[in-house]
Structure formats: structure tokens, C-alpha cells
């Protein structure tokens, strides 16, 4: 691991996302998910993974993108989720945030999602993600510089080790932790 830091940081630019997501790789891996990097082998652009967990009727699987925002030059973390109920095996997509409050996102992650957003509004939103060009959710990236900035105390955090640092906080989101 490096203990290089990104000379705009909390920003990155494509190769240190690329370095970031990198590294990022094996820790999901450890925490059980399935992931890869997609996009060019010298500079992915996306990491891939998904998310299984089942309830009490249904089972919920999130596909997830973490990309670079090109407008803020921070981590997005997009995803789009499915239930299938566990009686009639029937499947169906969640398209509308209240459902996705019920079923994708954890409670304990709620409160911090209804008002970590622009002036109190939720941080979860609904937009086209840029590598499926489908419909779906993310979370907004305009406060991740604030918050990357005050988790490290305004100083940088190694390259290799921003995505780490950014999905133990946004990774709540899918109830994801990494080990």
C-alpha cells in the first residue's frame, strides 16, 4: 500500500479513482461480495458489485456501480434493486424511494440519509446510472468532499486507502460493512 495522496484532495482524478477502486477491490471481496472493475484495464472506470439479503417475505438483490462523478470529481455510488418474494418467486424492481427506504436500506442508516442531502433532502436520489444507462438510485456525491474532509480532520487520506474510507461510510447505505 502507498502512501501517495491525491494533489486535490478530498477530489480524485481518473487514475487515482482507478488506483482507489483498485484497492478497493479486495476488501469488498473479504466482506463476501461479488465484485470486479470494469471499463479500460489500465484505467476502469466503475467497480461492480452486488448485494443479497433476505427478509422475512423476499429476498432483496442490489446491483451496485461506484463511479467517478465527472462533475465533482468524487466516488457515486448508483444501484438499482430487485425483490423477489419468497412464496410466489415472482420478481419485481424497486422504482420508488419509500420502497427503498422499506426493503434496500437499512434503518440504522436512514436518519443519516434523510438529511445528509442538499438543505435537509434526502441523499438518495434517482438518476441514470452511466454505466447500464438504466433508471435507478445513487446518492448524491455534493457532500462526500465535507464529509471526507472532517472523517480525516482536513488531512489527505492515501489514495489506496480513499475508497476504503469512503465505502465504510457510504456502503451503510446497502448495510455493507468492510471487514
Not at 26 to 48: H, K, M, T, Y
Not at 133 to 149: A, K, S, W
Request: aromatic share 10%; net charge negative.
Amino acid at each position: 500500500m502507498s502512501n501517495d495522496y491525491s494533489c486535490s484532495f478530498p477530489f480524485l482524478d481518473s487514475h487515482e479513482f482507478a488506483r482507489a477502486a483498485s484497492a478497493l477491490i479486495p476488501r469488498l471481496q473479504r466482506a463476501g461480495l461479488a465484485c470486479r472493475l470494469s471499463g479500460p484495464n489500465e484505467c476502469p472506470d466503475a467497480v461492480e458489485f452486488t448485494v443479497l439479503r433476505d427478509t422475512d417475505h423476499f429476498t432483496v438483490r442490489t446491483q451496485a456501480h461506484i463511479v467517478l462523478s465527472p462533475v465533482y470529481a468524487l466516488p457515486t455510488l448508483y444501484f438499482v434493486s430487485t425483490l423477489t418474494d419468497g412464496l410466489t418467486s415472482s420478481t419485481r424492481a424497486i422504482t420508488l424511494v419509500d420502497e427503498l427506504y422499506k426493503y434496500t436500506i437499512p434503518h440504522s442508516a436512514q436518519p443519516i440519509l434523510e438529511h445528509s442531502g442538499i438543505y435537509g433532502m434526502s441523499a438518495v436520489s434517482q438518476a441514470e446510472n452511466p454505466i447500464t444507462n438504466l433508471i435507478g438510485f445513487y446518492v448524491h456525491p455534493c457532500r462526500t468532499g465535507e464529509v471526507m474532509q472532517t472523517i480525516n480532520q482536513d488531512r489527505p487520506i492515501p489514495i489506496d486507502e480513499y475508497l476504503v474510507v469512503w465505502f465504510g461510510i457510504i456502503g451503510s447505505v446497502l448495510g455493507v460493512g468492510l471487514l
